[in-house]
C-alpha cells in the first residue's frame, strides 16, 4: 500500500494550507459569534477551483482526484469548519449526483454553473419525520404533464436560502416506500418554493442551515435525476461519497485544535515550566497523534478507494465513524490542556469542540455508521 502522495496532491495541500491560514483563518471566529454566511470565503473556494474539485473540466471542474478533494475539505476545516462543510455540501452533495446521474441537458443547465462556482447546490433529504429512517418521505410529487408539482418540507439543509440548486428528493408513488422516491434537480427561483426556518446551531455557525418549504412548487418535467422511482439509491450513493467529505473535515477539525494544543503547552507554564514537560500532558499528546493518523488513514483509503472505482460505501462509514469520534475526544482534550483559557473565547478550541460534535450526526448519525458497517459483515 502507497501512502505517498502525488506531487500534484501535494500541491493542493500546501495551496489549500495557504489559503486556510493567510484568508480563511482570520474569519472563522467572526462568523462563529454572528452566525452568518461567510460570503468572502465562497468567494475564495471558487476563485481557487475548489467548488468543482472532482468534476471533469468538460462541465467547468478541477478534474482533480478523490484524495485531493479530501484534503481540501481537511485543510479548510483545520481552521473554518464552517467552510469546509460548505465545500463538502457543494462538491459531494450537490455537483456529484448531477455529474454522476444527469442528462447532458442537466448537465449543461445546472452543473456547469456549479462546478465553477458560479452557483452555489444544496441536498435535500431530511424531513421532520424523516431523519434517520430517510425512506419515510412526507414530500409529494405529483406528475401534472408538464410539470411535477411538490408538496412537502425538508429541515436541516446545509447551504439552505444560500444555495441556488438543489437536489430535492419526494415521494412520486407513496405505495411502493422507498422505492417510489423519486430525486429533482430544484431552481431556488421556482415559484412556490421557500425557505423557511434557519437554525441556531451550536457550532458550524457560518453555514446556512434552513428550511426548505414547496407548496405546489411547479418543477420542469426535465428536471427529474435519474430515474422515475430510483432517488433512495440515488440519495444512499450520494451520501456515501459526502461521508469522506465529512471525515475529512473531522479530521480536519482534529488536527487543527491539536496544533493549536501543541503550540499552547510548549508555552504556557505552571511549577516554574512549560507544562509540555509533564508527562501526563505528554502521554495526552501522543494519544491524541496517534488517533488522528489513523484516522486520516481511514479517510485516505477511502477516498482512494472512490477515485479507483472501487467499493468505498462500507469505507466512508468507517472513516466517518472513526474520524468524527477522533474529533470530539480531540477537541475535547484540547479544551482541557488549554484549563480555564480554552474555556473562553479568546481561544479557538471551544469553537473546535463545538464544530467536531455535528461531524457525528449529519450526514448519518454514527449509529447509522455501524449499521452501515455491520451490515456489510453480517451478510
Ligand atoms: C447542521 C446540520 C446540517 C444538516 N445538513 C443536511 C443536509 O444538507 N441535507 C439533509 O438532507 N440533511 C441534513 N441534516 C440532517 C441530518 O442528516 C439528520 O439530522 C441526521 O441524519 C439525523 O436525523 P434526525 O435529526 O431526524 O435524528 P433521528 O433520526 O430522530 O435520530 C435521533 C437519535 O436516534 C438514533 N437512532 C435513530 N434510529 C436508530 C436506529 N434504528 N438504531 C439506533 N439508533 C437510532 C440516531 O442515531 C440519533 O442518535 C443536517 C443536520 C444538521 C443538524
Known amino acids: ?24 483563518k482570520s474569519r472563522a471566529a467572526e462568523i462563529d459569534e454572528t452566525g452568518r454566511f461567510p460570503t468572502e470565503s465562497y468567494e475564495l473556494l ?6 468543482g474539485m472532482t468534476i471533469s ?20 476545516s483545520r481552521y473554518c469548519a464552517t467552510t469546509g462543510v460548505i465545500c463538502s455540501a457543494h462538491n459531494s452533495l450537490a455537483c456529484w449526483p448531477i455529474y454522476k446521474f444527469g442528462t447532458e441537458e442537466q448537465k449543461e443547465k445546472y452543473l456547469k454553473p456549479l462546478a465553477c462556482g458560479e452557483k452555489l447546490g444544496a441536498f435535500a433529504l431530511t424531513e421532520p419525520n424523516a431523519g434517520t429512517d430517510a425512506g419515510a418521505q412526507q414530500t409529494k410529487a405529483i406528475d401534472d404533464g408538464d410539470y411535477w408539482i411538490l408538496n412537502g418540507s425538508k429541515i436541516f439543509i446545509t447551504n439552505g436560502g444560500q444555495a441556488d440548486t438543489y437536489i430535492v428528493f419526494a415521494m412520486t408513488d407513496p405505495s411502493k416506500g422507498t422505492r417510489g422516491i423519486s430525486a429533482f ?3 431556488r ?24 418549504i414547496f407548496r405546489d412548487a411547479k418543477i420542469p418535467k426535465n428536471n427529474l435525476l435519474g430515474s422515475l422511482n430510483k432517488g433512495f439509491k440515488i ?23 491539536f496544533d493549536e494544543t501543541v503550540k499552547y503547552i510548549k508555552q504556557r507554564e505552571q511549577f516554574g515550566r512549560p507544562i509540555a514537560k509533564f508527562q501526563g500532558v505528554q502521554f495526552n499528546i501522543a494519544e491524541m497523534k496517534t488517533k488522528i493518523e489513523a484516522a ?27 474520524a468524527a469520534e477522533v474529533a470530539m475526544e480531540v477537541t475535547t482534550k484540547a479544551v482541557q490542556l488549554h484549563g480555564g483559557y480554552g474555556y473562553t473565547k479568546d481561544y479557538c478550541v471551544e469553537r473546535m469542540m463545538r464544530d467536531a460534535k455535528i461531524t457525528e450526526i449529519y450526514e448519518g448519525t454514527s449509529e447509522v455508521q455501524k449499521m452501515v458497517i455491520s451490515a456489510n459483515v453480517l451478510k
Open 296 to 322: 486520516r488513514i481511514l479517510v485516505y483509503k477511502a477516498a482512494n478507494n472512490k477515485e479507483k472505482g472501487k467499493s468505498y460505501s462500507v469505507e466512508a462509514a468507517m472513516a466517518k465513524l472513526f
Open 235 to 257: 440519495a444512499m450513493q450520494t451520501l456515501d461519497g459526502g461521508r469522506i467529505g465529512i471525515a475529512a473535515q473531522a479530521l480536519g477539525i482534529a488536527q487543527g485544535a
Open 189 to 212: 427561483s421556482t415559484i412556490g418554493f421557500e425557505i423557511g426556518k434557519i437554525e441556531h446551531k451550536m457550532g458550524i455557525r457560518g453555514s446556512a442551515t434552513a428550511e426548505l
Open 46 to 51: 471558487k476563485k481557487y477551483g475548489l467548488l
Open 1 to 24: 500500500m502507497n501512502f505517498e502522495l502525488t506531487k500534484q496532491q501535494k500541491m493542493i495541500r500546501q495551496m489549500v494550507r495557504e489559503l486556510t491560514e493567510k484568508d480563511i
Open 57 to 76: 473540466k468538460k462541465y467547468n471542474g478541477a478534474g482533480a482526484d478523490e484524495l485531493s478533494y479530501a484534503i481540501t475539505v481537511e485543510e479548510l
Open 185 to 187: 434537480i430544484v431552481d
